[in-house]
């Protein structure tokens, strides 16, 4: 039988996948490195704070829905840096944001 | 004496949730909490400036709702036919003192809506934003805020 905590997770399963849906779209379509860190830091965080909410809920107990929940803030941290690093990088070879060519400040 | 045993209590929390509450793993538990314990008053020795619980949950609430708003502005401009961004690098003053607070802004601002660190020199950082039309300086003076309030001023 299917119950109320199963249809929330479905529900929030299916938001996580269609943000991170978003977020691979701007990958693909944003114009520079810069604007495709914007979309696979924002709207892939978010797919995934959805997906952890979504699975913690059909966790069999307490731990192990803390235990999923406990992948958010890591993948966010790594994530974070990561883009922080690779944004300086691009930034340092002197790769213009679209749009700003010659307007550095 | 406080801090260890906050920070042990926190580090064996850690590792109920990991074992996911298996009791037969504490063996290696107890040994892994006494490493964890370790490097952490190695790295973050105490008495810096204790967390301050209310601005914890304080960032904690700021963050998500930020993490959510950031979320749905790009997915919207990524799906919108014409994506309409408005793409610049903006340099920002921070206030924040050197070390942790200033590493949790860059890191911050990374997941926040609409920017992303490129440099930071000096008092200055340079971000990269999906929109300058947005108002960028108000919402990073807002992070920095939350960040100062995580920590207790004094000793």
């Not at chain 1, 192990?64 to 691009?90: D, E, Q």
């Amino acid at each position: 039988m299917t119950t109320l905590p199963d249809w929330i997770s479905a529900g929030l399963l299916l938001a996580g996948a269609g943000f991170y849906l978003a977020g691979t779209l701007g990958l693909l379509r944003f114009p520079d490195v810069y604007a495709r860190l914007h979309a696979l830091t924002k709207a892939d965080n978010l797919g995934l704070g959805l997906l952890v909410l979504g699975l913690a809920l059909q966790a069999e107990n307490l731990a192990a829905a803390l235990k999923i929940l406990l992948v958010w803030p890591l993948v966010l941290a790594a994530s974070a840096a990561v883009s922080f690093a690779i944004a300086r990088r691009a930034h340092e070879l002197g790769i213009e944001p679209a749009g700003q060519e010659g307007k550095r400040p | 004496m406080g801090a260890v045993l906050l920070r042990g209590t926190a580090f064996a929390l850690v590792w109920w949730v990991l074992a996911e509450g298996r009791a037969d793993s504490w063996g290696v538990g107890v040994v892994s909490v006494a490493a964890a314990l370790a490097a952490s008053l190695y790295l973050a020795p105490p008495g810096a400036g204790r967390l301050s619980p209310t601005g914890l949950l304080g960032f904690a609430g700021f963050f998500l709702a930020q993490s959510f708003k950031g979320g749905v502005q790009v997915a919207v401009r990524a799906f919108r036919p014409a994506m309409d961004l408005a793409p610049a690098l903006v340099d920002v003053p921070v206030a924040l003192p050197d070390g942790l607070p200033r590493v949790l802004l860059v890191n911050t601002l990374n997941l926040l809506p609409g920017t992303v660190s490129v440099r930071l020199a000096g008092d200055r950082l340079r971000l990269h934003v999906l929109d300058a039309r947005l108002p960028i300086a108000e919402e990073v003076r807002q992070a920095e805020a939350r960040i100062a309030c995580l920590w207790r001023t004094g000793p």
